[in-house]
């Protein structure tokens, strides 16, 4: 029972246009939601956080957005760079674990 | 920023051999390690959850007699893969909390993983 889900397992986009990732999950009792970029064979690094009680967090290139009644995150990169690829995966917390989404592999092209 | 050493980055070993993966935080102390599975192509899952000083809790379907986890000090968690078999193949991730850790991450920090390959 996969609870956190990211529908698109790739993506194409544009240099320097957005790159918009999205997560669905169905648990309404995670606290806090995390984004992480992943290269094969390497831990994963973490991009930007919302808290549960905010509906919008931005860091430069990266906002995350959480609608919390479709219970629907999303990452916007802009403008996504060639170095921006990689997979990225959505993360939710509650408690003392971190349930993680399915990934999505993002492709920046020049 | 917070540290986690995980080591050996890559090992080969043969078909009913155990192996020990160590996974260290290197500037703080971590009551709480976690141990994830990754297969191609999908999504990190959680094996189990170690506090120091106390027995791992390990997620549905994980084999607890399988793999061993130890959490001895605040500083390190090992995971002992027993008695291998080609289907164990695959790549380990260990992540620690620092449960004073106030900033965006939430005090997780992960390992650069570790590729187990059993022949």
């Known amino acids: 029972d996969q609870q956190v889900k990211q529908n698109s397992p790739s993506l194409s986009v544009q240099e320097g246009r957005i790159s918009i990732l999205n997560c669905d999950y169905t648990?309404?009792?995670?606290?806090?939601f995390l984004w992480y970029k992943k290269y094969p064979a390497e831990g994963p690094t973490f991009l930007i956080s919302?808290?549960?009680?905010?509906d919008k967090n931005e860091d430069g290139r990266f906002t995350v957005f959480l609608n919390k009644s479709a219970k629907h995150l999303s990452l916007h990169i802009v403008p996504s760079q060639p170095g921006d690829s990689a997979v990225y995966f959505c993360?939710?917390?509650?408690?003392?674990?971190?349930?993680f989404g399915t990934g999505t592999q993002l492709k920046v092209e020049l | 920023g917070a540290v986690v050493s995980q080591h050996p980055s890559r090992v080969i070993c043969k078909s009913g051999t155990s192996v020990k993966i160590e996974c260290r935080s290197l500037?703080?102390?971590?009551?709480?390690m976690f141990w994830y599975r990754q297969f191609p192509k999908q999504s990190l899952m959680l094996m189990a959850t170690?506090?120091?000083?106390?027995?791992?809790?390990?997620e549905q379907g994980v084999e607890k007699d399988k793999f061993l986890i130890n959490h001895a000090s605040l500083t390190l968690s090992t995971l002992t893969v027993t008695s291998a078999h080609p289907e164990d193949s695959s790549f380990y991730i260990c992540?620690?909390?620092?449960?004073?850790?106030?900033?965006?991450?939430?005090?997780?920090?992960f390992g650069s993983g570790t590729r187990l390959t059993v022949v």
């Open positions: 992540s620690a909390r620092d449960p004073w850790d106030t900033t965006a991450n939430y005090g997780y920090t």
């Open positions: 170690s506090n120091e000083g106390s027995k791992a809790t390990y």
């Open positions: 648990n309404s009792m995670f606290d806090y």
């Open positions: 993360a939710m917390g509650g408690g003392n674990k971190l349930t």
């Open positions: 919302i808290s549960s009680i905010k």
């Open positions: 500037d703080f102390q971590a009551t709480t």
